[in-house]
Nanobody, 120 residues
Framework: QVQLVESGGGLVQAGGSLRLSCAASGSFFSINAMAWYRQAPGKQRDLVAVITSTSSTNYADSVKGRFTISRDNTKNTVYLQMNSMKPGGKAGHYC??????????????WGQGTQVTVSS
């Protein structure tokens, strides 16, 4: 069974930094793209950043220049370094990954989320 487990959330002051991690565990063939999403209470879940299996990256306009997504394929882990964070209250940050099972079927997986609160 494949699982994505996020960590690193917490409370940070505006202007501060936080680093999120998401590790994939279980038995699978390969991991394709990995991404981070953010969802504030009562709002839709929005893409923050995505990284392909070859480490090409793309970011939401709102975080360009401040956030960096990276991955360590040896650890099946994706990171999100968040700098110069802006006040915005609490939001869940969710990891997403496209994973091929050992039977070569591709599925989309979500982590359980980690909360990030940015205080002003």
């Amino acid at each position: 069974q494949v699982q994505l487990v996020e960590s690193g959330g917490g409370l940070v002051q505006a202007g501060g930094s936080l680093r999120l991690s998401c590790a994939a565990s279980g038995s699978f063939f390969s991991i394709n793209a990995m991404a981070w999403y953010r969802q504030a209470p009562g709002k839709q879940r929005d893409l923050v950043a995505v990284i392909t299996s070859t480490s090409s990256t793309n970011y939401a306009d709102s975080v360009k220049g401040r956030f960096t997504i990276s991955r360590d394929n040896t650890k099946n882990t994706v990171y999100l370094q968040m700098n110069s964070m802006k006040p915005g209250g609490k939001a869940g940050h969710y990891c997403n990954a496209g994973i091929k099972t050992k039977s070569r079927k591709a599925f989309n997986y979500w982590g359980q989320g980690t909360q990030v609160t940015v205080s002003s």
